[in-house]
């Protein structure tokens, strides 16, 4: 893979092949039953990234997801939409060199009898219609035809080359439904199946499809789907892997915020908001210039205006459009505007001629700054850096309008820019809405793709918001004490310590912090390998003789006494044999590791037989039970030994580095500490709209971030959380607070284990710094509803951060309205703790333990 794959990327794939597996068993046994297979993520999730590593792991095998390669593995990729096949096909090129030369859209002449293994056929419906050229001449029944059937000299028809696939008994044919949801009712007029039920189903002669994948952005859509085929009472279904969104937007893959700006009072302000589209372009620009310069990317983002127009747009008025931008934005000049209308050819506005350019091609066509659009663009188009978009679209098209904005979701450099709203957002800008229509794009948004999981989880909808930045009232101190607070990762599912160690080992020697990490991690696992070969010598010297030698059986009977005989042989393993065990044993030490202990045994000898003894080595100690722990354990202790050690000088690398640097220490399955980022500004409301009226939302001062005069909004606090910040203002210690985000490593982030034992983020609500006998301290405070279902877990995963990081801070409390009084669970005490951690719920640990707040 190109690309590193999220951890939540990870847990689906691994999760995905562990289905494909049975699937295939299914298959190959004897019942020969087929079957289906469901992978579904929110959009911008990345589901092609995941494929990807999934068919690769098909075809060539997995260390990572434990994974051994099905040598007859063929994929057929199918849609309804040519357009969407080929941007499909774009990612996997983009995700997988090793994919790159093995991807083939089925275009007619096919002359192949069947689908060749380790290559991926894309296919959409029009390629399998009655009148397609790959088709013509199938006989549906099974039966002989008295025309002559294929056209051009073609031996087979597609249906043919399909057929002749499914039957061969070396082949496994996975057909991967896109968009699952797609092509699979009946027609209006007949009950007549539709291509994609021909497909799954079989026909004729056909045989059905052994298994199907189905890869769509919601379980229930590709359940309607597969029930809708009528294939639920002949194919197992086996589990459907949904994606946890609050893990996808955790991830960073996805923009936090999404603003909408509109007029507030009647009129054509079509010019007005565009120029205010263009100006936020140009900051957006300047920003990630400045970014660029800071972290010293090589080539910053050059963010994208979409300009989305009705499908029958005005000439006159797109002309006048552009006409205003490139006043407005002269040095961009007209080269860099181009138009993904449905007409693929140069398009004539007034004095302009803007020329077309693929849906794929938008995102690295980086001379593009301004794109000309209609609705959605296309099916799976994404673009990243497009950042700004206008609609011209009237007030009744919100959800061609939400359709193109869940085109905009994705991340430019596919990380969050840490503590930095505004690059971590997208703005859409509505001329033609109201306060009243512009609430149904906001209906739209939540309910359809945008934030399906949920306010509290998908990406904030902020209209009109300020921009809050330091706040120069807070002391210095406060900051130097933020940025050294602990925070906690959230442990991985398919965590592997020693990749997790070469990972870190190849980012401290590109950071010149351990120039020759590599050497020395391997050093130290190749010493854990040799030591125990000499503390089981006895149980590694049978394990070579096994790799060494072939044992087998014969049996004897005798027909006319009906007697029967059994006996045993060995041969000697030849190089075949060594080299497949060898195989085994690198999964089991990682093909590096295997590769550089040959390195160290064999010492650069050139004798063949030394060179066969050290992989005969490394099969046998595979086959120790105490070779993965002893080498995982000791990967483990020297990550964090350089973790710990090299903080600092991690601490003073680019943002973009420690992001990196935060990425591996999270690839554990415990929670690992990693300090905080400081925030550089935030996106936040100041007014609401209550009917016709404008209200000014209550603010408060001294949070780290603010607007010119020091105060912060608070709209977004619940009572209980405006009674706790109030209380601790008036304490008459307090330096400075601050309203912890929802995610990003600027948050305060504690592992805990949900009801289920899944590992969560529990981010608390207030960090308060406050002067004392000791100087600055920081303190959590987190009132959250003793009623909440996960109240418990959250008490417990706070409970148990008070154990391990308590010293850092003055105070860790959680607070609950219990009987009509806020009261406090002081996690510093020891006997508090104990109460939580043996409580059968949390109001009862409040009755038990707590004190008025």
Known sequence: MRF???????DAAGDTLKELADAREFYRGASGRVSSVALTATTGAGKTVMAAGVIEALFWGSEEFDAAADPGAVVLWFSDDPSLNQQTRYRLEQASDRLRNRLVTVEHPFRYQKLQPGNVYFLNTSKLSKNSLLVRGHDDLGMLSDVASTPDMVPYTFWDTLKNTIEDEDITLYMVLDEAHRGMGRRPSTDTPTIVRRLINGHGSVPPMPIVWGISATVKRFEEAMSAAGVQDNRIRLRTITVDPLRIQESGLLKDDIVLDFPAETGDFNTVLLRRGVRKVKQLSAAWADYGVAQKEPEPVAPLLVLQVPNKPSPAEVASAIDVILSEWPEIGPNAIAHVFGEHTAQSFGPHSIPYISPERVQDATYVRVLLAK???????????????VSYRPAEDETHITQLLGRMIRTPLAR??????????VECILPRFNKATASRVLEEIMGNGLNEAGPEIGPRILIDPELMTPNERVPALVWELFSALPAETLPRKHANPMKRLTALAHALAADGIVPEAGRVAHERLHGVLDGLAAQYSKEVARAESDVVTVEGGTVRGHARYGMRADETWTEAADERAIQEAYRHGARVVTPDIARTYIDHLAEEADDEDVLRDAHVRVAALSMLPQTRPALEGTADLLAAEWLTKHRVAVKKLPESRQSLYAEIAAMSTDPQLIPMALPRNR????????????????QRPLHLLSDEDGMFPIGKLNPD?????????????????????????????IAYQDAHGAWRSLRPDFLFFAEGAEGVQASIVDPHGSWLPDALPKLRGLARFAEVYGE?????EAISRID???????LTLPEVRTKVLGAVDADSAYRDVSLAY
């Open 721 to 749: 959380e405006v009674q706790v910040l109030d209380t601790e203002l008036q304490r008459g210690d307090l330096v400075a607070w601050y309203r912890n985000p929802t995610g990003g490593r600027d948050s305060m982030s």
């Open 375 to 389: 609705d959605a663009i296309s099916t799976g188009w994404d673009c990243p850096r497009a950042e700004v978009m």
């Open 4 to 10: 590193t794959l999220k951890d939540y990327q990870v």
């Open 416 to 425: 969050r820019i840490e503590g930095n709203d505004v690059l971590n957002s």
């Open 820 to 826: 009509g009084e806020l009261r406090v669970l002081d």
């Open 808 to 812: 850092d801070f003055h105070r860790i």
């Open 683 to 698: 996106q936040e409301e100041t007014r609401r709209s209550l009917g016709e009226k404008v209200e000014v939302i209550d």
